[in-house]
């Protein structure tokens, strides 16, 4: 299975709102509601920040939301902080082979 | 407190063995899968392979197969990811992690320990 597709990078304002995209194939992202979202601050461990396409684990802030259309997921984050800079990626359940997939990330920079 | 536990650092040199692990505390280890994720220098997640603690029941991604070795101890609740022989290029980040879900497949990765980087050089 190829990595998803993520922008590389993305800035925003703070405060803005900005997406991410994440671009899979039928046979991932378009076959199963399995798609997470993690932020990994520099220097620091990946974080859940949604799971099963749109659900938040608690703990996390409820401007990040998330969303899935055919084989595309993205992930919106609204009134962006200082502390949303980091890099995002996605990821998906194939149920074959590599059974999970990531994206190659997206650096978010908040100007 | 619920966390996965992983040394900081280690070096070998090319065509050594090499045995990492990951601690399990604050929860009941053979109830969740463990997964391992390699993070190259500067690079993306790669999802190596996944662990059921319950039964040593071993998934490994087609690149990492015959590559690396995944295992638990249930005694002392920890995984493990273990190489034979090491090459430069195994050099990166190793990150373990729990897997969740709420229905019979699928699921997310939650929490994440902290990472152990391996660094391979002669």
């Known amino acids: 299975q190829s990595a998803l597709t993520q922008p590389a990078s993305v800035s925003g304002s703070l405060g803005q709102s900005i997406t991410i995209s994440c671009t899979g194939s039928s046979g991932d992202i378009g076959r199963y509601n399995y798609v997470s979202w993690y932020q990994q601050q520099a220097g620091k461990a990946p974080a859940v920040m949604i799971f099963?396409?749109?659900y938040r684990p608690s703990g996390v802030s409820n401007r990040f939301s998330g969303s899935k259309s055919g084989n595309t997921a993205s992930l919106t984050i609204s009134g962006l902080q200082a502390e949303d800079e980091a890099d995002y990626y996605c990821?998906?359940?194939?149920?074959?082979?590599?059974?999970?997939?990531f994206g190659g990330g997206t650096r978010l920079t908040v100007l | 407190e619920l966390q996965l536990v992983q040394a900081g650092a280690e070096v070998r040199k090319p065509g050594e063995s090499l045995k990492i692990s990951c601690k399990s505390d604050?929860?009941?280890?053979?109830?969740?899968?463990i997964v391992w994720v390699r993070q190259m220098p500067g690079k993306g997640l790669e999802w190596m392979g996944i662990?059921?603690?319950?039964?040593?029941?071993?998934k490994y991604s087609p690149p990492f197969q015959g590559q690396v070795t995944i295992s638990v101890d249930k005694s002392i609740t920890t995984a493990y990811l273990q190489w034979s022989s090491l090459k430069a290029s195994d050099t990166a980040i190793y990150y373990c992690a729990r897997r969740l879900l709420t229905g019979d497949r699928g699921g997310w990765f939650d929490p994440w320990g902290q990472g152990t980087l391996v660094i391979v050089s002669s």
């Open positions: 099963d396409v749109a």
């Open positions: 990821s998906a359940y194939t149920g074959s082979g590599a059974l999970w997939v």
């Open positions: 604050g929860y009941s280890f053979t109830t969740y899968w």
């Open positions: 662990i059921n603690p319950s039964d040593s029941n071993t």
